[in-house]
């Protein structure tokens, strides 16, 4: 009877590291998604952009067997503990998959972009990206060592990637304004920006489900600072 226990817990602790290793996994191929597609834009290949973007069926399979394998877990009885690591991996999960889905999306822009002439503001878009996955790097770090400190860093972190997602935002109206032929292009490179802005934010969301699964409700989360003022540059 004891090695039939001792059994059902390595398998249990089997199933554990499995799951951490696939969102790992999934993790690295959204970053690298994200990063080749920053590429694309400033190499303006439209043939690499059609890869990038049939790349990201390979991570919504991935989500899929995550999904799969939290069930598994869920239906042997966990604590409470093994429950939050659960419900941790499956919203991690999703936020992982949704910056493979914004990474394809900045590729499939690219694409339209490419057909008028370069922007300047290129440069600005890839130093916002630049920063977005620096934050998805730091925070898959943290999960892979279940360091909420890290994580937290990298949460305090995202009122700079606001910040200057903001500036930019300001850029292109005002180069939109100084010429209609820019609008177009403008109007693409807004919707760039604001997929990496939200890619910052769904690092900040991987962020907090790591603290929760390490502290549960123990340790609330501290205050976070906000610093994306574009909608109220627009509606000025």
Not at 40 to 66: F, P
Not at 97 to 125: C, F, H, W
Not at 166 to 191: G, K, Q, V, W
Request: glycine letters at 2%; proline letters at 4%; hydrophobic letters at 40%.
């Amino acid at each position: 009877m004891h090695n039939e226990h001792d059994h059902i817990v390595k398998s249990y602790d089997d199933e554990q590291s499995r799951l951490s290793h696939e969102i790992q996994r999934m993790g690295a191929m959204s970053v690298a998604q994200l990063e080749a597609a920053l590429e694309v834009i400033e190499r303006r290949d439209d043939n690499a952009a059609e890869r990038i973007i049939a790349n990201d069926e390979a991570i919504d399979a991935l989500e899929h067997e995550v999904s799969q394998d939290v069930m598994k877990l869920a239906l042997r009885g966990p604590m409470a503990t093994d429950l939050r690591i659960i419900l941790a991996a499956l919203r991690i999960a999703s936020d992982i998959e949704r910056v493979g889905d914004y990474a394809a999306n900045l590729a499939k822009r690219s694409v339209a972009l490419n057909t008028a002439p370069p922007m300047p503001q290129i440069r600005g878009l890839r130093a916002l990206g630049q920063l977005a996955a620096q934050q998805m790097r730091d925070v898959l770090a943290a999960y892979q060592s279940l360091d909420a400190d890290a994580a937290q860093r990298v949460r305090e972190r995202d009122a700079e990637l606001d910040l200057q997602y903001t500036a930019l935002f300001r850029e292109l109206l005002t180069y939109m304004m100084e010429d209609p032929r820019n609008i177009t292009p403008c109007t693409h490179l807004l919707f760039m920006a604001k997929n990496l802005e939200r890619i910052g934010d769904h690092a900040t969301n991987i962020a907090e489900n790591l603290w929760f699964r390490v502290h549960g409700d123990q340790r609330p989360l501290p205050p976070r600072e906000k610093r994306d003022d574009s909608s109220v540059i627009s509606r000025t």
